[in-house]
C-alpha cells in the first residue's frame, strides 16, 4: 500500500472524521529526518490495515494545518482518535519504537 498524502481540502474526512486511528506524518522534502522515517512508515504500514490509518502532510504545502497544531519542528508524527490527539512525537524514530507507539492504538 502507498501511504496517503492528505490535503488541507481532506484533513476533515481523512483525519477528524476516521472510525480507526489515524497517524499523522507531518513531513517536508528537504528534511532528511522525513525521508527516514517515512521509509519505516511504509515498512509498518500493512501491519495495521484496517486498525489504524497512515496519512502524510505535506507540512510546507499544507501550512494552515501545520499552523493548527503548531508544528514546530519534522518530522512530528502525530495519532488522532475520534478526532483528537492522543499521542504526538518530534522527531525521528526507531522501527521498534514506531511499532510500540502504534501498537497502543490498536488494542
Not at 486511528?21 to 495495521?48: N, S
Not at 522501527?95 to 501498537?103: A, E, F, I, S, Y
Request: hydrophobic share 40%.
Amino acid at each position: 500500500m502507498t501511504i496517503k498524502h492528505v490535503l488541507t481540502s481532506d484533513w476533515d474526512s481523512d483525519v477528524i472524521n476516521s472510525d480507526t486511528p489515524v497517524l499523522v506524518d507531518f513531513w517536508a522534502t528537504w528534511c532528511v529526518p522525513c525521508k527516514m522515517i517515512g521509509k519505516v512508515l511504509e515498512q509498518v504500514e500493512g501491519k495495521y490495515e484496517g486498525k489504524v490509518k497512515f496519512v502524510k502532510l505535506n507540512a510546507d504545502e499544507e501550512q494552515e494545518i501545520a499552523t493548527k497544531y503548531q508544528i514546530r519542528a519534522l518530522p512530528t508524527i502525530m495519532i488522532f482518535r475520534n478526532g483528537e490527539i492522543v499521542e504526538k512525537v518530534v522527531g525521528a524514530m526507531s522501527k521498534g519504537k514506531l511499532l510500540k507507539l502504534v501498537d497502543k492504538y490498536t488494542k
